[in-house]
């Protein structure tokens, strides 16, 4: 026989008027979801929200990102290093910050096989002769003139000029030519922001940028290798010219102007 009492209803129980097999009851608002989610754009699976990706962009597209030049993107690096970090190494690209000096780069990583490297985003790519002297000369200046606050020892183009002469061969004949080289190289620094813009074409500030890209040990050595290169007409001994490491990628994208009032 089947018992059909029934069952006991707990009156401590209220009934708030939801249908409990409404799914349409189950589901978050759109505000609540919209809080917890970085979507950006319809199909959006990115785990990053923007200011965090804009960072990534930035590191990505320019040379370095800094405090001087990109504040917003600056401030992301620090607070979300761990995320970016991960990403660019889905890219196999290293991350490196310098919160001292306040500015994050990135690097190729390097593979440890022998057998089978990694695929590269980054060129490594040598210095022209004059690009080696303007950075040794831009390293020196920096250590010398010193002042307080980043990206404030300024130098004019005739002063570039006039230190790379100084190292033209002898029998250097073609001055014009000569000009030419530091006048391309001068370009090439300042579209990687080792040179950064004033509101005088021909006045740059240094950034201290140059200190990560020519730390001590690099430093001696290039000057070195300048020594050995004047004393033997113009070439570095057996032929090799210094490299251009993957520390700092002088061939990034850039599409900011830096002006000041010096």
């Known amino acids: ?65 800094s405090a001087r030049t990109h504040a917003d993107e600056w401030r992301a690096v620090l607070d979300a290093e761990h995320q970016l970090r991960s990403r660019l190494n ?61 990206d404030q020892v300024v130098v004019d183009r005739s002063e570039i000029l006039a230190h790379v002469a100084g190292f033209r061969p002898a029998t250097a004949t073609d001055r014009t030519r000569d000009e030419g080289r530091v006048a391309k190289a001068v370009e090439r620094l300042v579209t990687a922001r080792v040179l950064l813009r004033t509101s005088d074409p021909d006045r740059f500030r240094i950034a201290s940028v140059v200190e990560v890209l020519l730390p001590l040990e690099r430093l001696l050595e290039l000057d070195t290798w300048l020594a050995n290169a004047t004393t033997t007409g113009g ?23 830096e002006e000041g009032s010096a």
């Open 1 to 65: 026989m089947t018992d059909t009492t029934p069952a006991s209803v707990d009156e401590t129980d209220e009934f708030d008027g939801t249908d409990p097999f409404d799914d349409a009851a189950t589901v978050p608002e759109d505000d609540d979801r919209d809080a917890s989610s970085f979507a950006l754009f319809e199909g959006d699976e990115g785990r990053l929200d923007e200011p965090q990706r804009r960072a990534l962009v930035a590191l990505l597209r320019h040379s370095y990102v």
């Open 235 to 257: 070439d570095a001994p057996d032929g090799a010219e210094p490299s251009l490491p993957a520390d700092l990628d002088l061939d990034a994208e850039t599409d900011d102007t």
């Open 90 to 150: 889905d890219l196999f690209l290293e991350l490196h910050v310098d919160r001292d000096r306040e500015v994050a780069w990135k690097r190729q990583a390097r593979s440890e096989s022998q057998r089978r490297g990694f695929p590269t985003l980054l060129r490594d790519v040598p210095y022209t002769r004059e690009e080696t002297i303007v950075l040794v000369w831009l390293r020196m200046r920096l250590r010398a003139d010193a002042r307080p606050g980043p």
